[in-house]
């Protein structure tokens, strides 16, 4: 019998056809959809074990955006009022705010409230892939100083040497929103995309959950979620259970290759196993 995920996200409205359960996928399902603003986990929920977090937020929606501190607080606040614990905060590499925003950050040394912010950004290599990086604060800016690893105007690093650079700053590696038109990982050499630490369940693209799932047990790779958020109020449509013990990006990363996390996704009632 075939399962139907009804969701209605800001902007988008679809129904999902569900050939899987979520509990094969590694996702938990947790009752309707609740107003943006109010905790992911209900009163008296005692299903789930760890702390949720969100693994892909932009809190600048146009390149050209000048920052404002105020923008900023507010999405640390959804995050916060949403019941998050961890919060990477991936700006486009190339916007002109990126470094402006880093600095706001690092002034409130990386928390906010018993938020824990995560150090990241989003960039597109040459061959048309979009990669969330997540790391410190000193790796993100040794990957800016390395040779062709930034973009640079209209110039975009190549997927080969942003992935050895990577490794060589034990940065996190996760493939954004893998089939999106114009952006579809799955083309790239599977050689480099094994290199990868996760692919993305993205909030905006849940059409797409059953196929990411097929590509990332082709690879080998597991699975993390994350909401794309441009604006506060789409912070945590698509989160993840971690650990307790995951304080930062270097326990993220070990969590998630032993595959002691799941994507989480406040849709309706949960699914059979």
């Not at 299903?47 to 892909?56: P, R, S």
């Not at 929606?61 to 920052?67: A, C, K, P, R």
């Not at 105007?153 to 650079?165: E, N």
């Not at 599977?190 to 990332?216: G, Q, T, W």
Request: net charge positive.
């Amino acid at each position: 019998m075939k399962e139907f995920l009804s969701f209605s996200l800001p902007g988008l409205r679809r129904n999902v056809n569900l050939n899987t359960t979520f509990a094969k996928l590694d996702i938990i399902n947790i009752g309707k959809y609740q107003k943006t603003g109010t905790p992911i986990l209900r009163k008296g929920e005692k299903f789930m074990q760890g702390i949720l977090a969100e693994l892909h937020c932009h809190t600048q929606f146009f390149t050209w955006q000048l920052f404002s501190r105020r923008r900023l607080q507010n999405f640390l606040k959804r995050a916060q009022r949403r019941g998050l614990k961890l919060l990477a905060v991936t700006e486009h590499a190339n916007i002109k705010s990126y470094w402006r925003v880093f600095e706001a950050l690092e002034e409130i040394n990386w928390r906010w409230k018993g938020l824990r912010v995560l150090p990241g950004t989003e960039i597109t290599v040459r061959e048309d892939g979009d990669l969330l990086v997540l790391g410190s604060p000193a790796g993100l800016r040794a990957l800016k100083n390395a040779p062709g690893c930034w973009p640079a105007g209209d110039k975009r690093p190549r997927l080969d040497r942003l992935l050895d650079a990577a490794q060589d700053l034990d940065l996190m590696i996760i493939g954004a929103h893998p089939l999106r038109p114009g952006r579809n990982l799955a083309k790239l050499p599977h050689a480099l995309l094994r290199k990868f630490d996760a692919l993305e369940i993205n909030a905006l693209e849940l059409e797409h959950i059953h196929d990411v799932s097929k590509l990332a047990a082709t690879l080998g790779l597991p699975l993390v979620g994350g909401s794309d958020a441009h604006v506060s109020r789409q912070v945590g449509m698509v989160v993840n259970q971690v650990p307790a013990w995951v304080k930062g990006v270097k326990d993220l990363r070990e969590a998630v290759r032993r595959r002691q996390t799941k994507v989480v996704i406040p849709g309706r009632d949960p699914l059979p196993g």
